[in-house]
């Protein structure tokens, strides 16, 4: 049994995670999709509400056998001792993510031999990312192009301002 764990905050969870989310379950036997709180970031959504979004967004999305966890404490390595994941899996849209993730990958594997697995992104959502979706959204700009239905519907719920 293959078992991968895509990790990040997703706050909120977009159409590039959801693509990402979806070809790791294609590649492994089980995925755990595991919302994480980084104290580096000023929080959009609490974690449960980012929970039941991205739920929401596979179903719709008809991604089956993934589960959604969170982890309020503690290291990813041991979530992964604990499920049993080999692996982690995130997305990869830039020579700047892919700086930001090396160091990450590196110690999770001295940290617990768990390997990194990097999905390069689709064209289509290379540039979208959770915080200009914040900020678009705080600032009455359309997001529905960048997220899943159900993350539109809980961020504008009567549409954007300026559409
Ligand atoms: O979507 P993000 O905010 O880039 O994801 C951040 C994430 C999940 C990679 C980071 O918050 C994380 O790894 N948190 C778990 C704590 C941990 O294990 N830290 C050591 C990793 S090197």
Redesign the pocket.
Known sequence: MRIAVV?????PVTLGHLDVIGRTARLFDRVHV?V???P??QALLEVDERVRLIRESLAEAGVDGVEVDS?SS?????YCRKVGAEALV?GLRSSTDAA??T??AM??RD?AGVETLFLVAQPATSHVS?SLIRQVAALGGDIAPYVPRAVAAALQPEGPVRG
């Open positions: 990790p990040g905050s997703f706050d595991l994480t709180h980084n580096g970031k982890l503690g290291l990813l390595v041991d995130k930001y993730e160091p990450m110690v999770n940290l959770s």
